[in-house]
């Protein structure tokens, strides 16, 4: 598998969460310190674009499931997936990610989506 990385942009107040590769345990634990560093100055509102990451192992989606919570739950923000692999969107369904927050075939679709709902 190839190495976890991920890319943080910032769309109209929407950090957009780009991943490439597979996300295990170690790209987990960085892509949730990086979304924790952006929640802790403000940021709210975020789009997760899985289309690079075609497999998530049960820690990677553990920490995803993390990354929501602290999003939805405790920072009262909104978030948005896309770019998912039938494997992913399974795997995503699972372990409750998608009662969450929805799933969009495209990034700009689920930006679109997190605009309606912040107004």
Known sequence: MSDFNSEFTIKDNIVVVKTHGYLD???G???????????????????????????????GL???????????????GEAAICGLTSLTQTALKMTGVLTLCESYPTEDEAIEAIKETIG
Not at 62 to 76: A, F, G, K, N, T
Request: aromatic fraction near 8%; charge should be negative.
């Open 29 to 59: 634990q960085v892509l949730r310190q990086k979304c924790s560093e952006l929640i802790d100055k403000g940021n709210i509102y975020f789009v997760f674009n899985l289309e690079g990451t075609p497999v998530i192992n049960s820690t």
């Open 62 to 76: 553990s920490m995803i499931l993390d990354i929501l919570v602290q999003i939805i739950d405790y920072s009262e």
């Open 25 to 27: 345990d170690a790209g």
